[in-house]
Nanobody, 125 residues
Framework: VQLQAYGGGLVQGGGSLSLSCAAS????????MGWFRQAPGKEREFVAG????????YYRDSVKGRFTISRDNAKNTVYLQMNSLKIEDTAIYYC???????????????????WGHGTQVTVSS
């Protein structure tokens, strides 16, 4: 599967952005999807994950209550709605996929086989 993330940009602190990740292929509904981010000088970190059906979602603690991950299997797309953005949310955001029907919490980047190019999110003060 090929992934393309888009929707990043520059936003003031407290603002919102919506990221999308479009997947190629006809088996998108068989993939667990994740969003990761990497800030300059830092390691890539898990942001949010969603199981193949959308029935299970997971978030890193620092984004809980502010970010929402969702998916539309008919459109082969996973979304990340980001509200109340903070300066520390500034990073390149990546979407990732793993072909599995598991609904477990997948926060390790090594568990994801497919990655898209990132989209830059910059939050200003």
């Amino acid at each position: 599967v090929q992934l393309q993330a888009y929707g990043g940009g520059l936003v003031q602190g407290g603002g919102s952005l919506s990221l999308s990740c479009a997947a190629s292929g006809r088996t998108f509904s068989r993939y667990y999807m994740g969003w990761f981010r990497q800030a300059p000088g830092k390691e890539r970190e898990f942001v949010a994950g969603i199981s193949y059906s959308g029935g299970s979602t997971y978030y890193r603690d620092s984004v809980k209550g502010r970010f929402t991950i969702s998916r539309d299997n008919a459109k082969n797309t996973v979304y990340l709605q980001m509200n109340s953005l903070k300066i520390e949310d500034t990073a390149i955001y990546y979407c990732a996929a793993e072909r599995t029907f598991s609904t477990w919490f997948k926060y390790n980047a090594n568990e994801y086989e497919y990655w898209g190019h990132g989209t830059q999110v910059t939050v200003s003060s």
